[in-house]
């Protein structure tokens, strides 16, 4: 089964999760705060030199981006047309920014992780009866487990229109993917509760 995560030695493989989200986090809110674009320039090239770090195959590297940058891009040039150069610029640099650390972030921190950091952080939210912590930290796991599968799906679907001479239209390519996923999130949904793995009053 694929995976988001990249073996390695680095000092981001062994930096804390804890470390890692909290630092994602802070970044974020930074990013959404400045609005010169130099700076944020600056800041995307550091998050690129990261995401390089891991020096992964360009293929592979550039796969894990493409879907999200060619969403960021379109969006961009939506920013263009409606409002101006500089917020379309903002825009795309500060979501660049935040992509490419957060790739750097699932590449190097195991679902395992991801889950029981996750289900610490909201462990106050379930004292005051808000969520079910382990509910959460499942959750979370579960939608960093898939994306490579959903990711592959869609490539799958594309491969299919080329292969019998079709022009991949969002239509033709979104249905099938949308009903595949449905299908995958109830067989799993199901498979959780045989087992007992969510908490049900």
Known sequence: M???YVEGNTFLHR???RVKLLCLAA???VLFAVQSTPV???LCLASALLYLLLRLPPKDAWARLRPVLLTIIVVGLFTLVVDSATQAAVF???LTSLMLLAATVTATTGIAEFMDEVTRLATPLERIGLVKASDIGLAVGLVIRFVPEVLARYQAIRDAHHARGLRPRILT???PMIILTLRNADEIASAIDARGLRGHK
């Open 15 to 17: 930096m804390s999760s």
């Open 27 to 29: 970044t974020s809110v």
């Open 173 to 175: 390519l979104a249905v």
């Open 92 to 94: 795309v640099l500060r």
């Open 2 to 4: 694929k995976t988001l």
């Open 40 to 42: 944020l320039g600056l």
